[in-house]
């Protein structure tokens, strides 16, 4: 019985579209704007990118206020992660530390969400986290109830040498076509591109 209410919960919570690719220089993400209660349009300006460090950045799919601790939960760990090593962390092992927080809360109090984790640390990394703390490392992929149809649009249009330009209107592509058959996509979409040394942001509206 408590497999079932959570699995529908993880369904009911994962009603969105993300995405997720890296370049030979960038990784990129892209998300909708639109939050749902169930069948309810809740907030028409969800962030669903969050700014993790100045070379990282990760997407939110599931319960908002899971999304939100974990943020803030990473966040400190790589503060603290830097403290004691003096190292910068890596976007590898970023995914790790999230992953297993995850996993560490998965069996009795899980966190409903489905994370994607981009950055630039020797290169652009791309992780996908599910709410059982399985970590996965990918070229590209998308989250959330339009996943089938943004991934649809983003294996037709993907190349590694894709220009900056051309990655970021590809996925801004990707979730606009998710917003067509996906009553909970919408309402604008937020891009990042995460390089070396670089963070860039737009914002497209429907």
Do not use: C
């Not at 009911?12 to 993400?29: C, E, K, N, P, W």
């Not at 069948?39 to 993790?52: F, G, L, P, Q, S």
């Not at 760990?77 to 890596?90: A, I, N, Q, V």
């Amino acid at each position: 019985m408590r497999e079932a209410i959570l699995e529908r919960r993880a369904v009911i919570a994962s009603r969105t579209t993300t995405v997720g690719m890296v370049l030979r220089d960038y990784v990129v993400l892209a998300a909708d704007r639109r939050a749902t209660a169930g069948y309810y349009v809740a907030h028409k300006k969800t962030r669903k990118i969050v700014k993790i460090t100045e070379y990282m950045a990760m997407t939110t799919s599931g319960l908002v206020a899971d999304a939100q601790a974990l943020a803030d939960i990473l966040r400190e760990e790589l503060r603290y992660y830097e403290l004691t090593t003096g190292k910068r962390p890596s976007v590898t092992a970023a995914a790790n530390i999230l992953a297993a927080i995850i996993y560490s809360s998965a069996r009795f109090y899980p966190y409903i969400v489905q994370l994607l984790l981009g950055g630039y640390d020797t290169a652009p990394r791309l992780y996908m986290i599910d709410w059982f703390g399985t970590v996965t490392s990918e070229k590209y992929t998308a989250t959330g109830s339009g996943s089938p149809i943004a991934l649809g649009v983003i294996e037709e249009g993907y190349r590694e040498d894709l220009s900056l330009d051309e990655a970021m209107e590809l996925a801004a592509r990707a979730v606009r076509a998710a917003m067509e058959r996906d009553t909970a996509t919408g309402n604008g979409i937020d891009v990042v591109a995460i390089g070396r040394d670089k963070y860039i942001t737009r914002s497209y509206s429907v």
